[in-house]
């Protein structure tokens, strides 16, 4: 058991939308020979047209709206890549995705640095300490100075650098990179087609006399500058800091011309932790070697395929062995449940899982048994704890169109809410006319477009003001938020009770008028045990 889960590397890559993470994917499935591939990944041919289509809605838009798993093996290793949703309109999925990786790979567009998508995918690894390695993209275009990227890491992430490659270079004048571990100078150089061509790596240390010659006396010159001041004034290496979230191995290259991907695979393999324990609750803690099976589910999606109007449980599993037809404790329904059907997913195509492993993620069949954060273990009870359920940045309150389909709505809406595409708020007073929040603006058109193919109910949104929901503690009633000039006070599906703001400025002023009461940008998923 342990050589295999050993060999797992479970990642996820965290980008602003066109930094690069589809050419990225696709370099990284190309160089580890790829033994399949599906989901968001788009044709090199016609970007538009997505591989996947669970939804009609994809073909429609030409983007991804779900998110999926891609499996290669290289070297022994066999890499799970959770893919994100990169689009600018991304799902609350995006954010759950991350919660069942073990390592992150961060793009920056060199020319752009630190965006905002970038900025809100970082705050979720940072909450659970996911080790991020940094890779810097386009280098084959004008780029900001390499140092000034290292420092805006630092500044507005909170995210210390240790840069393993550095570039020579950037845009016309981009030479390839200099690797700091290998004392190797790696060069590039573009073909006509676009592709780089590789060059062999010249194994030169940085004061060697034939370097000027190599790169030119100016290039050589500022990249003997730049080391040393590396060596002598940047972070040094820590695996621990690493690994804790802290200290970011940082990459540089090219993804489009194919630049500085063999180097970052081949270091990554190494970098990226395999399935490491986790904390449960009541003081359990699992190790990926223990006998026990365990898993949580992190994304429930509804309807895969039309034809069999199923439902499909992603598991991260976190120790033991999977076998098809195990019988595990489900924790918050508290029986014992059979496993019967556990399905690897490639696009349309499906296929059995005859064993996993801590790091492996497995389709359930869903006949309606699993909830986003359920755990599942062999030995019971034990629960994981809880995925997080992050701010909705958007608030619509929903109109029915047509009064005799409200069943048919209320079907709906509550399965949607469980698969977490989803939140829904209830205003007191108004429960008929639910407020749903999503992270995304483009979530309420695919709402509104499942809702009526899947459902039947014609929908449309009101759109609100607020953009910031903040769960809170220390209070008992919706009125009494409101008598402090708190815009609008709503309960979540759970019941709990959460204030509606429309920016910062007025969620930082309720939280200094009410200093007794607790202000939390997440609340727990879990649903509490039957
Ligand atoms: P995303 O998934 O993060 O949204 O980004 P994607 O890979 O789709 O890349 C966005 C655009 O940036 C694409 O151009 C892509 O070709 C380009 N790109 C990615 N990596 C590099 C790189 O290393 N260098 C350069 N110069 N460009 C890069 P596009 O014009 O939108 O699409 P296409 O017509 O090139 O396919």
Known sequence: MAAEYERRRTFAIISHPDAGKTTLTEKLLLYGGAIHMAGTVKSRKNKRAAVSDWMELEKKRGISVTSSVLQFEHEGIRYNLLDTPGHNDFSEDTYRTLTAADCAIMILDAAKGVEPQTRKLFHVCRMRGIPIVTFVNKLDRPARDPFELMSQVEDVLGLHTAPITWPIGSGDRFQGVYHRRQGAVLRFEKEPGGNARKLDSERMDIGDEALPKLLGDEAAGSLIEEIELLDGAGEEWDEERFLAGELSPVFFGSALTNFGIEPFLNEFSGLCPAPRGRDAADGVHVEPSDQRF????????????????????????????????????????????????????????????????????????????????????????????????????????????????????????????????????????????????????????????????????????DILPYTRARWVEGVERADQLLAQRIPLAVQDQDGHLVALFRDNWEVDRAIRDNEAWTFRDTAPIRAPRA
């Open 294 to 461: 365990s898993a949580f589910i992190f994304k429930v999606q509804a309807n895969m395929d039309k034809s069999h109007r199923d439902r499909i449980a992603f598991a991260r599993v976190c120790s033991g062995r999977y076998e098809g037809g195990m019988k595990v404790a489900h924790d918050r329904l508290g029986k014992t449940i059979r496993l019967n059907r556990a399905e690897q997913f490639f696009a349309q195509a499906r296929e059995s899982v005859a064993e996993a492993f801590a790091g492996d993620i497995l389709g359930l069949y869903d006949p309606g048994l699993f909830r986003i954060g359920d755990t599942l273990s062999t030995e019971g009870p034990m629960s994981f704890d809880a995925v997080p359920r992050f701010s909705p940045e958007h608030f619509g309150r929903l109109q029915l169109l047509d009064p005799m389909k409200r069943k048919q709505l209320q079907k709906g809406i509550a399965e949607l809410a469980e698969e977490g595409t989803v939140q829904l708020f209830s205003e007191p007073g108004r429960e008929k006319d639910p407020i749903c929040g999503v992270v995304g603006r483009l979530q309420f058109e695919v709402l509104t477009f499942r809702v009526e193919h899947e459902y039947g109910a014609k929908i449309s949104f």
